[in-house]
Structures are given as structure tokens and as C-alpha cells.
């Protein structure tokens, strides 16, 4: 009869969030917030719009600061600004909705210019770098093109591509596909997917639930700036425990 592992062997986490309160004006966006991710999880956000998922994931990398509670990357807690803030920021790997690329720099230099400026790569070292994350994502033979030449799929490729050259500890979507048309979504879901595949330390806010089923280690529910339910994917989307989730699911998969 295998044993079950004690607690204290887990790996200890990598993102650890107490107590964490968040206001915009009177608005309580994040409520006492308690979150642990260890290495190698895929967490993935739901709930609806409002609930306070894109600010929760947006606080990791402190794109958004916190009125109150700790958050800590490592171990240490996140910097307030300065150099310590952009080095958390190369720890912490950001794909955005709008894929925020730099417009003016081909799709290498865009993948290149971090290495380079935040962790003092050597440009050669850094360019090849880039060609081999290219070409891991699928675009490649985009290199020399300027983001608006290419669909939205491929941008946002490429901003994967970018995050991941940093070596990030660990990487946060935010809804990175819902700016892109339908068929473009997979392509950039498979990317993700097989990040997830590897072990990278994911936190992904998302609408696509068959992407939260098949890639999420754990899928937590958000509303009203608080997390309402946490579970696997498969107990989660089968057994929802909350009238809010249930409520939740049967809008959106049975529309």
C-alpha cells in the first residue's frame, strides 16, 4: 500500500499571497486574499468579469500594488520600485490581452531588448536565444517582421516568446487570448499547453474552459473579489460545491 506524502514535503511555494486587500476607490476588488502556487503548477483564474482575476494575477508581478497583506516570490517579498522592481519583473514572466509589443522593433528585437538591457546578456547569446524561442512557439520565420505585419496569433507568440526569455520563475496570462479571433485562439492555448507540459509555474486568467480542464493543475473561482472555490479541473467543472460556480457554469457551458 503506497503512503500518503506528509504535508511538510511539498515543494515550499513559489508565490505565497495573506491577506491581501485591494481597493479601487470604495470599490473592495480584492478581498483577504490567501494563495499559495509551488513550482511547476498551473493555476488557472475564473469567474466573472469583475470578480477580481485580472488584478489578482496583475498584483504578482506588482502591476498593481495592495492596500494591505504581503506577497512574496521566493521568499522575498516583491520590491516597492527601482532596479529590485525590474528584476522582479524579469522573474515574473507577463502576457497581456494586447499583446504590448514594442510597434517600432522587429519581432526579434522584441524578444532580444530584455535580454539584453535587464539581464545583461550579450547581444549574440541573447539573439539566439530568441530564434530558438521563435521557433518553439511556431514563428520563426517572423523574426525580421514588425508586430503589425503579423495576425494577432502570432503577436501574441511572440509576446510568450519574449516573457520566456527572461528565464521567468513564473509566467502570468492575463485573458491572453480574448483579443484574438477565434481561429487564432488554439494556436496560442497549444503554446501555453505545452509550457504547462514542461513544469513552468503558470497563472493564467482565462474564458477558455476547455484550456482551464486539460492544462490546469488547479482552477480557482473568483467572485466578488474573493476566491470562492478551489478544486481540480475535473471536480470543479463536474461537482462545483458553490451556487455562485454553479450558477457560473451552467451560463457558460450550456449557451
Known amino acids: ?15 505565497v499571497l495573506s491577506g491581501v486587500n485591494k481597493h479601487f476607490g470604495a470599490l473592495h476588488v480584492l478581498q483577504d486574499i490567501n494563495l499559495e502556487i509551488v513550482q511547476g503548477e498551473v493555476v488557472v483564474l475564473i469567474g466573472p468579469s469583475g470578480s477580481g482575476k485580472s488584478t489578482l494575477c496583475r498584483t504578482i508581478n506588482r502591476l498593481e500594488t495592495v492596500d494591505s497583506g ?14 529590485e522592481l525590474a528584476k522582479l519583473r ?51 520565420a517572423q523574426a525580421d517582421k514588425l508586430p503589425a505585419q503579423l495576425s494577432g496569433g502570432q503577436q501574441q507568440r511572440v509576446a510568450i516568446a519574449r516573457a ?32 504547462a507540459a514542461e513544469g513552468m509555474t503558470m497563472v493564467v486568467v482565462t474564458h477558455e474552459m476547455g484550456f482551464a480542464r486539460s492544462a490546469a493543475n488547479r482552477v480557482l473561482f473568483m467572485a466578488d473579489g474573493r476566491i470562492v472555490e478551489e478544486n481540480t479541473p475535473e471536480a470543479f467543472f463536474t461537482a462545483p460545491r458553490s451556487d455562485r460556480a454553479k450558477d457560473f457554469l451552467s451560463k457558460i457551458l450550456h449557451h
Not at 500500500?1 to 508565490?15: A, G
Not at 545583461?120 to 511556431?138: D, F, H, Y
Open 164 to 195: 520566456l526569455a527572461m528565464n521567468p520563475k513564473v509566467m502570468l496570462f492575463d485573458e491572453p487570448t480574448s483579443a484574438l479571433d477565434p481561429e487564432m485562439i488554439n494556436e496560442v492555448l497549444e503554446v501555453m499547453r505545452s509550457l
Open 90 to 140: 524579469a522573474e515574473v514572466g507577463m502576457v497581456f490581452q494586447s499583446f504590448n509589443l514594442f510597434a517600432h522593433k522587429t519581432v526579434l528585437e522584441n524578444v532580444v531588448l530584455g535580454q539584453v538591457k535587464v539581464r545583461k546578456i550579450p547581444r549574440t547569446q541573447a539573439e539566439e536565444t530568441a530564434r530558438a524561442l521563435l521557433e518553439r512557439v511556431g514563428v520563426a
Open 70 to 83: 504581503t506577497i512574496t516570490l521566493d521568499g522575498h517579498p516583491l520590491p516597492a520600485e527601482g532596479k
Open 1 to 15: 500500500m503506497t503512503e500518503t506524502t506528509p504535508s511538510d514535503s511539498r515543494p515550499s511555494p513559489l508565490v
